[in-house]
T-cell receptor
Framework: AQSVTQLDSQVPVFEEAPVELRCNYS??????LFWYVQYPNQGLQLLLK??????LVKGINGFEAEFNKSQTSFHLRKPSVHISDTAEYFC??????????????FGTGTRLLVSP | GAVVSQHPSRVICKSGTSVKIECRSL??????MFWYRQFPKQSLMLMAT?????????EQGVEKDKFLINHASLTLSTLTVTSAHPEDSSFYIC?????????????FGPGTRLTVL
């Protein structure tokens, strides 16, 4: 079974500063990895995903993440944040060994708070 | 593309009544839809996986008789909360997986906030 750990429940940062949101996963098989963003009272929007290939994945809104197999991590980064990036960010993992669509297992989320 | 809608966005009901939530994929066909539940300031918990034309697969601990799921077409899945009670109050989110798309690309709806009085 997979699990996802987001150690930081909340990350405060000033506008235009860089940010890193940490995600570590545990799995006995190869995985797909995802980052989603959730704005208040809304569903989740896919930021980026790692399926295979290059370990550095670029997503929307200037975010990127790097898959590190040896450290079982998939940290999310942005070089310069905006006020509008304030939201809840979820890391998720799914099992890539089975065919078809697999379940996503989510971390507990990290709230990014960007202040002026 | 890949837009998923949910209706209603917010519903308040009395204890003991049933509530139906619709999830639609607007511009693509989804053979598989997922229903999640999210409590305040917590992560999403998968409730069930719904495949078009077949019975839903429920996660452990989810009462299938209480949370009825119907996936009648490739663009519509419904979740009915039967005999709702205050503890069923939550944010319910659906997602739809793109038919023939790359594995595990789920597109999420905006969610439905259910409040049971």
């Amino acid at each position: 079974a997979q699990s996802v750990t987001q150690l930081d429940s909340q990350v405060p940062v000033f506008e235009e500063a860089p940010v890193e949101l940490r995600c570590n996963y545990s799995s006995s098989v190869s995985v797909y990895l995802f980052w989603y963003v959730q704005y208040p009272n809304q569903g989740l929007q896919l930021l980026l995903k790692y399926l295979s290939g290059s370990t550095l994945v670029k997503g929307i809104n200037g975010f990127e993440a790097e898959f590190n197999k040896s450290q079982t991590s998939f940290h999310l980064r942005k070089p310069s944040v905006h006020i509008s990036d304030t939201a809840e960010y979820f890391c998720a993992v799914s099992d890539r060994m089975n065919t078809g669509f697999q379940k996503l297992v989510f971390g507990t989320g990290t709230r990014l708070l960007v202040s002026p | 593309g890949a837009v998923v809608s949910q209706h209603p966005s917010r519903v308040i009901c009395k204890s003991g009544t049933s509530v139906k939530i619709e999830c639609r994929s607007l511009d693509f066909q989804a053979t598989t839809m997922f229903w999640y539940r999210q409590f305040p300031k917590q992560s999403l918990m998968l409730m069930a996986t719904s495949n078009e034309g077949s019975k839903a697969t429920y996660e452990q601990g989810v009462e299938k008789d209480k949370f009825l799921i119907n996936h009648a077409s490739l663009t519509l899945s419904t979740l009915t909360v039967t005999s709702a009670h205050p503890e069923d109050s939550s944010f319910y989110i659906c997602s739809a997986a793109v038919t023939g798309g790359q594995a595990d690309t789920q597109y999420f709806g905006p969610g439905t906030r259910l409040t049971v009085l």
